[in-house]
Every structure is written in C-alpha cells, then in structure tokens.
C-alpha cells in the first residue's frame, strides 16, 4: 500500500521552505538551500543535528580549500579534479566524508562563478544555513514511540509469563504440547524494542540514560538463561517432591513478571526452598540424584535470572530537550 510517512512529508516541507526563504531573499543557486535541507533531514534529532554539523563543516572546509587551489591554478577542469584529490581524502581523515556532497554543490558554485568574491561566500554562507536551519526546524517534532515501547514491554512480560507458565507445567506433569515459540517471538520482540529505544534516546538531545533501553538489555541477559533452562526442565524426567516444590514457585513467578523490582521477594523464596531442599531424604537412586542435580541447577538458574533483575534501576534521566 502506497504510504507517505512523516519524514517524507518532513523533508518536502523542509526542501519547500529553505528554497522559499533563498529566493526570497534573492541569493544566487538558491535550488541549493533545499538540495541541503534534503540530505540533512534525519530520523532522528541527534543525527540531524550531528549531520548538519558535519555538512557545515565540510563546506566550510571546501571553500578554503577551492579559493587556495582554484586561485592558484586558476578555473579549469583540471584544478576541480586536483582540488577532488586533495579534499576528499581531507574529510575521510576528519572523518567529515558524508559531507562531500554538500560541499560538492557550494564548491561547484565557485568554479562556475569563476572568482572567489565576499559577496559570493556571503551567497554560500547563507544557503548553507538556511538549508541547515530548514532542515533542524523540521526535526524538531519528532512522532513519540513512548506507546510502543510501552506496548513491547506489556507483550515482552506476557511472553515472559507464559513461558514461566509454561515450565511449571512440563516439571509438575513431566510432559507438555508447548512448542516454544514464545521464546523465538521474545527474542525478535528484544532485538525490535532495543532499536526503538535507541531511536527514542536518540530524539532527546540532552538525555543520557533511558529506561527503555536499559530494561530491555536485562530482559536480553534474562533470556539468555531462560534458553538454558529449557535442557535442564525437559532432562527431569522423574516425578519428585522437589519437582513439584520447584513448580510452584517457577509459576508464582510467571504470575510475578513486571517492570517493578520484586526479584529480592523471589530470592528470598527461593532461599527458603533451598533449605527445605537440604532437610529432605538424599537420592535412594541414581535416577532420582540425576534428577534432583538438574533441579538444583535448575534453581541456580532462576536465580541468577533474579540476581539480573534486582540490578536493574528504574530510573529514568531525562533532560529538557525532549
């Protein structure tokens, strides 16, 4: 389906208006002002703002170096290639190279122009900054992606949940129908939100921390373990007293999924099952011990899926750019 999407309507408005304002005030080439708001409208505020810092600079840079070479060796086709030589790799060193169009475009100007004149760098000047300008007027709203973060942390807890749910079912029962899919969708859901945190970091200026980003990383770090429980829960096939202990704190916890911080509740419960653990009878067969090893790895597991949780701060930075 045909869709128009805000950055596209961002970049025509932005293009439209830094035309307008350079014909308006009747500046030489001023098709280049929009040519500038196009490439420097980004995704988000940050990028914007680093590539128009990197597109001024660039062509700033360019203009000294066209008024030495072109003043030197006069407007010819030879000194645009030899003024190429020489500034291009100039900005891969500043590491400045995504500005090279840019500076292409004032650079061209002053090689048709044949002379470098105050007036022209002035004509230079303001279509760099208007094309800037236009372009960082237009980033300032940014559409926000609180919402879906918000959304993708809810659907990330239910999976979470159910896959809690879902283990408790196979230890107590020794058997299930689950086919897991919920861990492969958590895994795409992860890699997902944490690049809509990014982006969401990213449209705040002055923000160093997000809570988002943050709570996502953990969730990470908590699957990974959830994908080493699966060979310990389905290696117990010995149904035990421990087993059924072990269930139903694993489905309390599936019940206890949310962002608030509860894991030290949890790690105290799961102390007290570890004591209880040591007052039972020891292992009458091997196929129990093998059993019961499992579960007590099993154990360490959850907790360390707990310890991860308890370390996560529910503190959210933020400045006033927002």
């Given at each position: 389906?045909?869709?128009?999407?805000?950055?596209?309507?961002?970049t025509?408005?932005?293009?439209?208006l830094?035309?307008?304002?350079?014909q308006?005030?009747?500046?030489?080439?001023?098709?280049?002002?929009?040519?500038?708001?196009?490439?420097?409208?980004?995704?988000?505020?940050?990028?914007?703002?680093?590539?128009?810092?990197?597109?001024?600079?660039?062509?700033?840079?360019?203009?000294?170096?066209?008024?030495?070479?072109?003043?030197?060796l006069?407007y010819?086709?030879?000194?645009?290639?030899?003024?190429?030589?020489?500034?291009?790799?100039?900005?891969?060193?500043?590491?400045?190279?995504?500005?090279?169009?840019?500076?292409?475009?004032?650079?061209?100007?002053?090689?048709?122009?044949?002379?470098?004149?105050?007036?022209?760098?002035?004509?230079?000047?303001?279509?760099?900054?208007?094309?800037?300008?236009?372009a960082?007027?237009?980033n300032?709203?940014?559409?926000?992606?609180?919402?879906?973060?918000?959304?993708?942390?809810?659907?990330?807890?239910?999976?979470?949940?159910?896959?809690f749910?879902?283990?408790?079912?196979?230890?107590?029962?020794?058997?299930?129908?689950?086919?897991?899919?919920?861990?492969?969708?958590?895994?795409?859901?992860?890699?997902?939100?944490?690049?809509?945190?990014?982006?969401?970091?990213?449209?705040?200026?002055?923000?160093?921390?997000?809570?988002?980003?943050?709570?996502?990383?953990?969730?990470e770090?908590?699957?990974?373990?959830?994908e080493?429980?699966?060979?310990?829960?389905?290696?117990?096939?010995l149904?035990?007293?421990?087993?059924?202990?072990?269930?139903?704190?694993?489905e309390?916890?599936?019940?206890?999924?949310?962002?608030?911080?509860?894991a030290?509740?949890?790690?105290?419960?799961?102390?007290?099952?570890?004591?209880?653990?040591?007052?039972?009878?020891?292992?009458e067969?091997?196929?129990?011990?093998?059993?019961?090893?499992?579960?007590?790895?099993?154990?360490?597991?959850?907790e360390q899926?707990?310890?991860?949780?308890?370390?996560?701060?529910?503190?959210?930075?933020?400045?006033?750019?927002?």
């Amino acid at each position: 389906m045909f869709r128009i999407g805000y950055r596209t309507i961002k970049t025509a408005l932005g293009a439209s208006l830094a035309i307008a304002i350079a014909q308006f005030l009747q500046l030489d080439y001023f098709a280049s002002a929009a040519i500038i708001a196009i490439l420097c409208v980004q995704k988000t505020r940050r990028s914007s703002l680093s590539m128009s810092w990197i597109r001024f600079a660039a062509a700033i840079i360019g203009m000294v170096y066209a008024a030495v070479i072109f003043e030197l060796l006069g407007y010819h086709f030879f000194s645009l290639g030899v003024f190429l030589l020489l500034f291009i790799p100039t900005m891969v060193a500043l590491r400045l190279q995504v500005g090279i169009v840019t500076s292409a475009v004032i650079i061209l100007h002053i090689y048709s122009y044949g002379a470098i004149t105050a007036a022209l760098i002035a004509n230079e000047l303001a279509l760099i900054i208007i094309g800037v300008g236009c372009a960082l007027l237009m980033n300032i709203y940014m559409p926000s992606v609180e919402n879906d973060l918000s959304n993708m942390q809810n659907r990330l807890e239910e999976l979470y949940s159910k896959i809690f749910h879902e283990f408790a079912v196979y230890i107590k029962n020794g058997e299930s129908s689950w086919d897991g899919r919920e861990i492969t969708e958590a895994a795409d859901l992860l890699q997902s939100a944490k690049n809509t945190a990014i982006q969401n970091l990213d449209n705040h200026i002055l923000r160093y921390e997000d809570q988002y980003y943050h709570y996502f990383k953990m969730r990470e770090k908590q699957l990974d373990i959830i994908e080493r429980m699966m060979p310990l829960i389905t290696s117990i096939d010995l149904q035990l007293k421990q087993g059924e202990m072990i269930s139903d704190f694993i489905e309390r916890l599936s019940v206890g999924v949310n962002p608030k911080n509860t894991a030290f509740i949890f790690i105290n419960q799961l102390e007290e099952l570890r004591d209880m653990f040591k007052e039972m009878p020891l292992p009458e067969s091997r196929q129990e011990f093998e059993a019961r090893a499992a579960m007590l790895q099993l154990v360490q597991e959850i907790e360390q899926y707990l310890l991860i949780k308890r370390q996560f701060k529910t503190v959210k930075n933020y400045s006033l750019l927002r």
